[in-house]
């Protein structure tokens, strides 16, 4: 956006993950998508008189795991509290989160931006919460109808410091987060269940200008294209504001992807005092180093430490090393057909050319592939010990994508696709060709050795590209220069 | 400090209760004298005191991630006044 000017954009982002539990955070009751309306909210979630929170072990320990991967420090006594409002998707009048001790304070991360650059964005704090029901607002009679399954699904919210100076900062910080909590195993990332959405705090200011211009809150961007056309659109408003001599209000705004265009929430003045206090019902959560340190020791690789053990390991380019590595279940892939093949160079090479061409070209994610790493595997595996040529196994990889092909030994049995080695077999193949072009035999006698490909290309078409290509190269060239 | 009626007006709408106009000026003289206490509570010296958040003396246990409780929508939508396709109806809220 080369039209800024003299116009300097702010950014913060506040980002509820969804972590990835069995129960919810306060009961007993099942966090699984997809299920039928409220059969997943119990007494507790429905807000009934008399009812008391217990806090999840699990909804802490993938808490403390993210701070520890942020580099944060870690309340060892942090206190929940109580948020107050009144909305339907919302029984109990106040949602539970944490005000003033939350559990993870501080930490940073590192963002590299499509320039090759990096920048270090400081995270303020991350804490947990208690999600809201769903509200469903259509074909109800002119009532609204309330799905309270996920409420009291776990969340941490991650607050940054309002540090980022483009949507495409943005979008490369909240890319990070997503990957961190997917390889931390805090959280499952699926964006479209709404397991990660993103808040934009967006301000502008001029250049130089020591403080903050006013901030509108875009809240419940729930993918990272929408996020940047939702920052762009803010400040493109803004900038439109301010230059005609108007002042931004600051709001809450809503993203309408249909449109593309933020707009402001109806919301009364009033509804932003939300008055909270100390959750009485429950005791301040207190941990010790021990606590700390034995989540430390169970931490998994962090997607850079993994890039570079794919360096020294793999011998992997650094650039192959960070695309591999940069999703859990790709880097996971990658390992696994590495481990089976032998072999990391062309399992790098047909993940990266091959599978995640398709995976692309299909809008299919790693984990969801059809062609499982063990096919893949045994593939590389048959082509690198000449069972099978490569052309074949392109053939091959193709019969596997489509479910053509189950087993790789199988399919290459059951279609007689082994590469044809018998040199007698061979042999026999070259003489026909031979015999049958004598034309082109005289050419290439005559030095046209050009032609030494159309001699390939037809002995490999008399096998259907089973015969290996170097025997056939050698068995030509000492017929034809006999 | 002084809570004047349109404090209380203002809290009662927060908190969605409804107050009778003549007991307005009783509620906003009563929480004005609560609010003189605390602030006489909050003239002692208390540097370096942990915060009391709550007043048992005790830390929260916590509970192992398993879901130990069973569908029981039909109970509870018997007791919901109007129901529709498993959710429950209220009247029509607009974002």
């Known amino acids: 956006m080369s039209h800024l000017g003299e116009w300097e954009v702010v950014i913060g982002l506040e980002i509820h993950t969804q972590l990835s539990t069995q129960s919810k955070i306060f009961s ?92 270090v964005i400081n995270v303020t704090r991350a804490h947990l919460e208690e999600d809201a029901g769903k509200s469903l607002h259509e074909n109800y009679h002119n009532q609204t109808g309330i799905d309270l399954n996920r409420a009291g699904t776990p969340l941490l919210e991650i607050v940054s410091e309002p540090e980022m100076r483009s949507a495409e900062e943005a979008v490369a910080y909240a890319r990070y987060i997503h990957q961190l909590v997917t390889y931390l195993g805090v959280s499952d990332g699926n964006m479209s269940q709404g397991s990660l959405r993103c808040d934009a705090n967006v301000s502008i200011r001029k250049h130089g200008q020591q403080e903050l211009g006013t901030r509108t809150e875009t809240k419940n961007v729930n993918s990272f294209r929408f996020l940047e056309a939702a920052i762009n659109f803010e400040v ?42 100390p959750e009485p019902d429950l005791l301040p959560i207190v941990i010790d180093d021990a ?57 790098s090479n047909w993940i990266r050319v091959e599978l995640l061409g398709l995976l692309n070209r299909d809008d299919i994610e790693i984990s969801e592939s059809p062609l499982p790493s063990a096919q893949l595997g045994k593939l590389i595996q048959r ?3 000449d069972t099978i040529s490569g052309k074949i196994g392109k053939q091959v990889f193709e019969a596997l994508w489509q479910g053509v092909a189950r087993d790789v030994d199988d399919y290459i049995a059951h279609e007689g696709l082994k590469q044809v080695s018998d040199s007698g077999e061979l042999e026999a193949i070259v003489d026909k060709v031979i015999a049958d072009n004598p034309a082109q035999v005289e050419q290439f006698r005559a030095g046209k050795t050009k032609l030494m490909g159309f001699f390939v290309g037809q002995i490999m078409k008399e096998t259907q590209g089973k015969a290996n290509p170097k025997q056939v190269n050698a068995l030509v060239s000492s017929r034809l220069n006999d | 400090m002084k809570i004047d009626n349109e404090v209380i ?48 003396d005790a830390v929260q246990t916590m509970r192992e991630d398993k879901v130990t409780e069973k569908d029981l929508r039909d109970e509870y939508q018997a007791i919901a006044p109007e129901v529709d396709s498993g959710l429950y109806l209220v009247p029509r809220v607009v974002e």
């Open chain 1, 28 to 119: 007993g009751a099942s966090t699984k998508f997809g299920a039928e309306p409220n059969t997943q909210a119990c007494a507790i979630d429905l807000g009934m008189p008399g009812v008391l929170p217990v806090v999840n072990k699990e909804v802490y320990r993938k808490a403390v795991t993210f701070g520890l991967g942020i580099g944060a420090e870690i309340n060892k006594r942090s206190v929940f509290d109580r948020k107050n409002y009144f909305y339907p998707d919302l029984p109990k009048g106040y949602q539970i989160t944490q005000l003033e001790s939350p559990i993870v304070m501080g930490g940073h991360v590192e963002i590299v931006l499509d320039d090759g650059t990096s920048k």
């Open chain 1, 236 to 277: 493109e408003r803004q900038i439109g504001i301010l230059e005609s001599g108007g002042r931004v209000i600051q709001e809450t705004r809503l993203y309408d992807a249909v449109k593309n265009e933020t707009r402001s929430m109806r919301s009364k003045e009033t509804a932003t005092d939300y008055r909270y206090f």
């Open chain 1, 291 to 347: 606590y700390i340190d034995a989540v430390r020791a169970e931490m998994p690789e962090l997607p850079a430490q993994r890039a570079v053990r794919f360096v020294e390991q793999y011998q992997l380019s650094e650039v192959d090393a960070a695309l591999l590595s940069s999703n859990l279940d790709l880097a996971n892939y990658f390992e696994e057909v590495t481990a089976i093949c032998g072999d990391p160079k062309p399992a």
């Open chain 1, 383 to 385: 082509i690198l010990d």
């Open chain 2, 9 to 56: 007006l203002n809290i009662a709408e927060l908190a969605q209760l409804e107050v009778k106009d003549e007991m307005i000026s009783q509620y906003a003289d009563k929480m004005t004298a609560m609010l003189n206490l605390i602030e006489e509570m909050q003239s002692v010296n208390t540097d370096n005191i942990e915060p009391v958040s709550n007043p048992l």
